[in-house]
């Protein structure tokens, strides 16, 4: 259960941090809502890489060598 929580905070994360670094991207530049659009999917992509790193999915580098 632990490890299930901690693969959903992990993608949550990546998209909520990816959407709130856009929206001050857009706030800042007046670029509404390009900004949130693509740092979210930026923020997604992320927390999806972290998410299939943590589950094991992808191999570490050195075990690829």
Known sequence: MALGFRLSSELVAG??????????FDRLLSTSPW?????????????????MRAAGVMAKQSERL
Not at 15 to 24: C, D, E, N, R
Not at 35 to 51: M, T
């Open 15 to 24: 998209v909520l941090g990816g959407a709130a670094l856009g929206w001050g």
């Open 35 to 51: 900004g949130l659009i693509g740092f979210a999917i930026v923020g997604f992509i992320a927390g999806v890489i972290n998410v």
